[in-house]
């Protein structure tokens, strides 16, 4: 079997000249892409606290809880008070959340909704512990 050395001279022309397949993050900023999944927000204007998000998350990443701060009672005009919508917080734990997005496509009212923001690596495991109130 005879080897030929200049075989593969074609081959390395053609990889020289073609465009990188690899982008150059994170010296340049990456694109994302419509309907990318990334780091869960929630609106706490929109919670009924129904819980959807809390089952249906396959890591147990979310907890919705009632929050600290409710809004003050009314008094309608015959004196009797009128009920107010209670207020829910969420605790969004990102160390735990593999950015399925399932709970955002669970949620009624839209509360939870996918951001941009990838960018979440992070030496203190506590700052991955998100409050949304």
Known sequence: MKKKPLRLLPEAIKQLTQKPATSKYPFEKAKVYPNFRARILFESEKCIGCKMCMRVCPSKAIEIIISDTQPAAQTGPDG????????????????????????????????L?????????????????????
């Open 80 to 111: 009797n008070p009128i009920p107010q919508k209670k207020k829910f917080d969420c605790i969004m734990n990102l160390d735990r959340c593999i950015y399925c997005a399932q709970c955002v496509d669970i949620c009624p009212k839209k509360a």
């Open 113 to 133: 909704k996918s951001s941009e923001d990838f960018e979440l690596a992070q030496l203190d495991r506590t700052k991955l512990k998100l409050h949304y109130k």
